[in-house]
Structure formats: C-alpha cells, structure tokens
C-alpha cells in the first residue's frame, strides 16, 4: 500500500501493463504500443519490476533534488532583495530587476511560490468586469490617446505632479512627460514635443476635461454657424487640423487608463531604484525610460503606413499653440489683462485686441494677426477717494385735520392714540 501511494496515476498503468506481461497476458510489442514506448524500454521495465518489485517502476531521480535547481544561497539572496530593495514589486517586475541589477536569473513561476510560502505580500491583479473587445486601429497616427493622471509619482521626495501621456492605438507607442498641473499649458507643451518628435496625428482621442473640452456658453457667432464652443486647447488643434474626439467615460480609452496603471507600477519603482525626487529629472529619466518601454511593449500596427503628417513649413507652431483672449482697447490705448495695464504704442482703429500668452513665457498682443508695440504700465496713479456727502431727508408734519388722524377700525376709537403718537412725527 505505501509502494502505491507513492505513484501517480500514469505509473499505476504502467504497473499494470508491465504485470500484464510478466503474467504473459500481453506481449512485449503490445505493451510497448499501449504505454507508447520502445520495445527496449518495456523490457527495461519488466526486468526492473521483477527485481524491485513494484518500486522497480517509479523514475530513478524521484525525490532527489535536481542538478538544475537553484541553490539555496541564490534563493536566500534573492528573497532577501525582495524584501528589502524591491519591496513591494510584484513578482514580474522583481524578476526583471533581480536579472538586470544583480544578476540573478530566475524564472517569474519560480519567484511567485517563493512569495507564496514567505508570505511577501505584492499587488495582484483584480478581476475586471466584461467589455467588449475593440480592434486596434491599423495605422500608427489614426488615433492616439492622450490623458493626464494625477498621482504621488515620487512617493512623497518630491511635490505631486502629473503625468501627460500619449499612447498610439495602433503600436501602443508611447510618450509622455512629467507637468506640475493639468492644465492648457500642460497639454499644449506636451503636444507640441510629441508633434515635434513624431508628427501630427488624425484624430486625439482624450476625456471631457474642461482643458479638453469647452464648457463656456456659446456666442453669437458660433449659434450661427453651428459650432460648438472649444477650448484653448481644442481650438489650437483644429488650426493644425487634428480631429479632436472626447470619450463618453474612462472605459472608452482604456488603453491609455491601463498604461496609468502599469506605470504607477513600473515607473514609480524604477523611479524610486534611480533616487529621482523632482518633476526635471524625472522627465530627464524618461528620455532614456521610454525608448526602452516601448521596444518592449510595441506591437506590430496591421499596416506599415504611417499616418503622422509631418509638420508643414512656415507654421508657427508657437503661435498656435498659445492662450488667445480678446481684451477691449480703450481710448487711451491701454489693454487690461490679469490685472495689469498695458499701453499701446502703435495708432490703430480698433475696440479689440487678442493677447497672447506663448509656451515660452512671452506676451503678445496682436490685431489681424500682426503684433503691436507695447508697454507695461508698473504704476497707475492713484484715485482719490472723494468723501460722500449724505443728505438727511426731513419729514414735514402731519396736518392735523388729517384723515388719518380720524380713522375708526371697528369699534375701535384711535384717535386718542394718534394724538398721543402725532407729536413723534
């Protein structure tokens, strides 16, 4: 009985096929054919079962440790990294640095049960609802998604900050690059790089964000004509002539929320092994992250086309991409804008003026697209508060034959107390 405990399920048949033989009941070309062995092989079997016994069919190297298996000092060290180093790091990306920094080659299968029997807690992946499968786009530069997310990215060395990315529907390529805030100068920025290092994409897949999206009412001019009202940000992309497509909720552009996810799991931790703390090194780390990342994960588009148009000559790219706002021109030629005075030095006949407020921190102001000498007003002079005068108003007596003074409510005779009462008027 201990002798067949011992057996799995495929040594008890062959026992069994082997006794068959040994009791001549089959013959050795039978039971070759049966156990899908070499005739040599089942005699093997049969001359080992007759000295051993039943034993004689259980695999030599059963219960010893084999010539493959990871030592016990490598083990040690490597849990001990684990605990310590990569704390935290689940057993896929633990298994990536483990071979990358020290070294150590082991398999993911392998590092995953020696968590599970130190008990090492790490992230698991939960259980995500159904959606429906959408096909990848064919052409790199049909659709990319575009997101900002807001995360602790330097796990408190550091002030919170964005992450503005990019992600190609078609490759996953990606991009992205680290912002104080999410906002019209973020997102402008941000653009502007991944236009300069790839070209201008078709479509912008992103969310309904009021940077993305215009919330204000609608004027006049834009009724009329049947245009929807658009940011700062969407009005410069339909200059440049890139479609801009707002999803309906995070589910729809999904790719770009999956690679928040992954890299508030790789990124930070690879960010934490380099000792980054600052929104410049951190893009800095990118430059030469990311090129990594994506020769990892791209896929292969269906089509080798690249729709990315390169941008056309003598586009200003830095005009575009800037903050318009009109601002009234007053009589004296001085435009108020946040809260300071500019005066107008050219002589033009106009009530309104654009300002414009570019990436590189430079100020124009500008009428029929050309820009107008101007200059900062530092000091205003100073009202003077004249003091207001208050005149207190007299009321004239009432007469006495008033009619008032001889009303009767009822039965009531008030006569008497309005007589009393007529001396305070």
Known sequence: MEDILKMSQNDLKRLHIIRKVIDKCLKQR???????????????????????????????????????????????????????????????????????????????????????????????????????????????????????????????????????????????RVYARFYEYEGTFPAMDSFKRYSLKYGLPLNIYLDRHSTYKGWRRATVEEELSNQHPLSQFGAALQELGVNLIHAQSAQAKGRVER??????????????????????????FLEDYLPVFNRRFNVVPLESQDLHRPLPKGVGLDK????????????????LHEGNLYQVEDNIR?????????????????????????????????????????????YPPIPKDHPWRNFRFGSVDIKEKQEVCAGTF
């Open 30 to 172: 039978e039971a070759a054919e049966q156990l899908k062995l070499s005739e040599r092989q089942v005699r093997r079997l049969v001359k080992r079962v007759r000295e051993e016994s039943n034993n004689g069919i259980i695999h030599r190297s059963r219960g010893l440790k084999s010539h493959r298996a990871i030592s016990d000092g490598i083990r040690q060290k490597a849990l001990n990294l684990c605990k310590s180093i990569y704390a935290g790091f689940n057993p896929t990306l633990a298994t990536e640095k483990l071979f990358e920094r020290n070294k150590i080659k082991i398999s993911r299968e392998t590092l995953r049960q020696w968590f599970i029997i130190e008990a090492i807690p790490y992230e698991k992946r939960k259980a995500q609802p159904h959606r429906k499968w959408r096909e990848r786009k064919a052409h790199c530069g049909e659709i990319v998604q575009m997101d900002g997310s807001h995360h602790d990215w330097f796990e408190g060395r550091g002030l919170k900050s964005v992450l503005m990315a990019y992600i190609d529907d078609a490759s996953s």
């Open 259 to 284: 690679l928040f996810k992954t890299f508030q799991d790789r990124l930070i931790k690879e960010m934490r092994l380099n000792g980054i703390k600052s929104i410049g090194e951190g893009n800095e």
């Open 320 to 335: 575009i991409l800037s903050i318009k706002t009109p601002r009234a021109l007053r009589n004296d030629f001085t435009v």
């Open 350 to 394: 106009s009530k309104k003026v654009v300002v414009e407020e570019r990436l590189n921190g430079q100020l124009l102001i500008t009428y029929k697209a050309k820009a107008l000498r101007y200059s900062r007003i530092n000091q205003r002079p100073a009202r003077i508060q004249q003091p207001r005068k208050h005149k207190q108003r007299i």
